[in-house]
């Protein structure tokens, strides 16, 4: 119902600076929440950033003044600005969007959705 394409991750020096993007696609009533999160080798998945559709932001303490995540509602898209990069920022990171679809003709629910991943590797 809902698809998450995720693009923008790569090999970075420290210090660097990437941009990660995220469209949704498909059949849905409205795109809600969205987000990123992050997963290292070995490590439970975290939240790294969120937006609501109305701007509001929420950050991880580990990124926030390096990190600024952004959307455009009219694309269905979300950003996160990574800028400052350290070695542990290092994992594949998530798209994840709440969206809601509809169920029948007199309603719709809200479904979780995640991309499939996009590497952020950074290294000397």
């Known amino acids: 119902q809902v698809q998450l394409v995720e693009s923008g991750g790569g090999l970075v020096q420290p210090g660097g600076s990437l941009r990660l993007s995220c469209a949704a696609s498909g059949r849905f009533e409205s795109i809600n929440d969205m987000g990123w999160y992050r997963q290292a080798p070995g490590k439970q998945r975290e939240l790294v950033a969120a937006?609501?559709?109305?701007?509001?932001?929420n950050y991880a303490a580990s990124v926030k003044g390096r990190f600024t995540i952004s959307r455009d509602n009219a694309k269905n898209t979300v950003y996160l600005q990574m800028n400052s990069l350290k070695a542990e920022d290092t994992a594949a990171y998530f798209c994840n969007t709440k969206a809601a679809v509809r169920t029948s003709v007199w309603s719709q629910k809200e479904n979780d959705y995640w991309g499939q991943g996009t590497q952020v590797t950074v290294s000397s």
């Open positions: 937006i609501t559709r109305g701007g509001m932001t």
